[in-house]
């Protein structure tokens, strides 16, 4: 069965983004950029949400020439990388992605099902509809020392207690990533 794993950048107060979905404070310095790189590379099918998606579509197709090498790489990984995107309002998506509109709870146990893979989920709604489920078995926080105040949760709001245990911890000059296991 495919590993499913959920991952992002966080506020202190827990935060994926601000009150005005600005993610600039998550801006990765050359290391943990690196670190991403490496560790996406390494996830067979990458799940969207459609804000992620319009997000990513948005700028990595269309990385500047004069842009780092390690943001080129990215780039070709992320255009490269089988992606499915979850959204009931876009009719078309590009770059190696398949667009599903239907039960995106349902598609994900197929998907995990269907190999021995890891998969990554990005998009905080999307992640939201599959916590309470428990389709997600790791979760990766890179927290930065920064509180925003508000913004879109990394976690939604649960009817019960989501059991975690942290398995690794790794301290980049500008973050701190914390590594758990459902439990």
């Given amino acids: ?7 992002y950048g966080v506020s202190l107060d827990g935060y994926i983004n601000d009150r005005d979905g600005n993610i600039d404070w998550t801006d990765p310095d050359e290391e943990l950029h690196q670190f991403h790189n490496d560790r996406y590379r390494q996830i067979e099918i990458s799940l969207h949400g459609r804000r992620l998606y319009e997000l990513m579509a948005e700028y990595w197709p269309h990385v500047p020439d004069n842009a780092s090498s390690i943001e080129r790489e990215f780039a070709d990984l992320w255009t490269n990388k089988p992606k499915v995107v979850f959204s009931r309002t876009l009719t078309d998506v590009q770059w190696n992605s398949r667009l599903v509109s239907d039960n995106a709870v349902e598609e994900v146990r197929k998907l995990k099902a269907g190999g021995d893979g890891v998969m990554e989920v990005g998009g905080a ?3 939201a509809s599959l916590i309470p489920h428990g389709l997600i078995d790791e979760y990766q926080l890179f927290l930065s020392p920064v509180v925003l105040g508000g913004g879109t949760p990394m976690f939604p709001t649960l009817e019960k207690c989501l059991s975690l245990r942290l398995v690794e911890t790794r301290q980049f000059p500008t973050v701190l990533m914390l590594r758990y296991l459902a439990e």
């Fill in 1 to 7: 069965m495919r590993k499913l794993i959920y991952g």
């Fill in 125 to 127: 709604n999307l992640a």
